[in-house]
């Protein structure tokens, strides 16, 4: 199978949250910079350093900002992905686990921000084989965007992760139903290749899986033409 990341970083920036807000702002600052810094080596592939930086910006928010402090939940989400690109799904389920209720206490149930903590959560307890609790988690996720007025096109993501649930659990039809549906949505926006290629290879993979070989060429000759126009 080709490999797309499916999950999304949570960075002290995207979340909209002001240092001058808070007490601590120097630490706070620094602890965000770190974060950041993290998440650039995560994004180059850079693995043992972006898990580094990342331990680093962790115990300094534990020590100067508090173990339940929303930063904290960020850092531990972050790992998670890091953790989740290697394959290291029990660990980056851990820590999914820890910043789940703190980033819930922080947002509420309807918020985008929570909302993508639950998708990369449930991306983990579904490449673990937990396909009940990965179910939960991405219904969870789609019900918080759906509450927070999140526009459905910026949904697909999490929709494809539930549908590659249902692929996994056996339920083709119920799967093939929201993998068309994110299809949909994705080639009704602005082109987001970036969404519509998982889509595509999750399509190609049930198609293979039920022995429609010429549906699945199909889906997998459109993932390459994705991949020629990112």
Known sequence: DIVYKVFVPLSFFLIGCCAALLSGCATHSSAMQTNNQGLSYWHDGRYDLAEETLQQALKQAQNDLGPTHFGVGIILSNQGLV?????????????????????????????????????????????????????????????????????????????????????DSGDLIQAENLANRALRLVESSDHKWDTKGPILQNLGTMYMEQGFFDKAEGAYIQVLEVREKK
Not at 110 to 122: I, V
Not at 140 to 160: H, K, R
Request: proline fraction near 4%; aromatic fraction near 12%.
């Open 83 to 167: 953790y989740t690109d290697q394959g290291r799904y029990a660990e980056a389920i851990d820590v999914f686990k820890q910043a789940d209720p703190i980033l819930k206490r922080k947002y509420g149930n309807n918020n985008p921000t929570y909302a993508k903590s639950l998708n990369n959560y449930a991306y983990a307890l579904l490449r673990n084989g937990s396909l009940n609790e990965a179910e939960e988690k991405y219904e969870q996720s789609l019900s918080s965007y759906a509450a927070a007025g999140t526009p459905e096109t910026d949904t697909t993501a999490t929709i494809n992760g539930l549908s590659m649930t249902y692929r």
